[in-house]
């Protein structure tokens, strides 16, 4: 069974930095692309990036509005996915998702599995 | 970027009624490249239909898929209480992958 376990989040204050981490198991996880995506109550769903599996050798691409202050990594030995998250500010405060594609290989990717989401809150 | 719009914001049904719900691309997209999702309270997202029309692994039947272009629908034939939910499409056919603010669905 595909099974997606987060953990880190909690309350950080504004300037300062944050991982996050993304567990999977049941699955041939360097062969799968991991992606991060967060939610809040005003913005809804935003996308925030994603690094490919190994037959695209893990590569990776950013939203806008996270680019340069967050980076996406992997340690496939450890089947672990990391979203680390720099210069945090206040409106980066919401719910953080890794998803797994549906198909290893894919390029074009669809978020069929979900980890339980972790909440951020950047705050003084 | 492509925006995707929702409409309507709040549909409120009764159990057993159809319902119909829209995503509307700001430019045209591939079919293949659509999706919707499923959000009940405190859950993730749970995927539904891919490539607009396809359901994904263990989704009833009651749940289809259709559209093109720019104009995509989700239709649920006769609705279950566990229906009742958030629901979103979501575009992955160019990067930044976007998702539409969603369609709350009501017990009437």
């Known amino acids: 069974e595909v099974d997606l376990v987060q953990s880190g989040g909690g309350l950080v204050q504004p300037g300062r930095s944050l991982r996050l981490s993304c567990r999977g198991s049941?699955?041939?996880?360097?062969?799968?692309?991991i992606s991060w995506v967060r939610q809040t109550p005003g913005k809804g769903l935003e996308w925030l990036g994603f690094i490919r599996g190994r037959s695209y050798g893990g590569t990776t691409q950013y939203a806008a509005s996270v680019k340069g202050r967050f980076t996406i990594s992997r340690d496939d030995s450890k089947n672990l996915a990391y979203l680390q998250m720099n210069s945090l500010k206040t409106e980066d405060t919401a719910v953080y998702f890794c998803?797994?594609?549906?198909?290893?290989?894919?390029?074009?990717?669809?978020?069929?599995?979900w980890g339980q989401g972790t909440q951020v809150t950047v705050s003084s | 970027e492509v925006e995707l719009t929702q409409s309507p914001g709040t549909l409120s049904l009764s159990p057993g009624e159809r319902a119909t719900l829209s995503c509307r691309a700001s430019?045209?997209?591939?079919?293949?490249?659509l999706a919707w999702f499923q959000q009940r309270p405190g859950q993730a997202p749970r995927l539904l239909i891919y490539?607009?029309?396809t359901r994904a692994t263990g989704i009833p039947e009651r749940f289809s898929g259709s559209g093109s272009g720019t104009d995509f629908t989700l239709t649920i034939s006769r609705l279950e209480p566990e229906d009742y939910a958030v629901y979103y499409c979501?575009?992955?056919?160019?990067?930044?992958?976007?998702f539409g603010q969603g369609t709350k669905l009501d017990l009437k």
């Open positions: 430019q045209s997209m591939s079919t293949n490249y």
């Open positions: 979501q575009q992955s056919g160019s990067t930044p992958y976007t």
């Open positions: 490539g607009a029309s």
């Open positions: 998803t797994r594609d549906r198909i290893s290989g894919s390029y074009y990717l669809e978020f069929q599995f």
């Open positions: 049941g699955f041939n996880f360097g062969a799968h692309a």
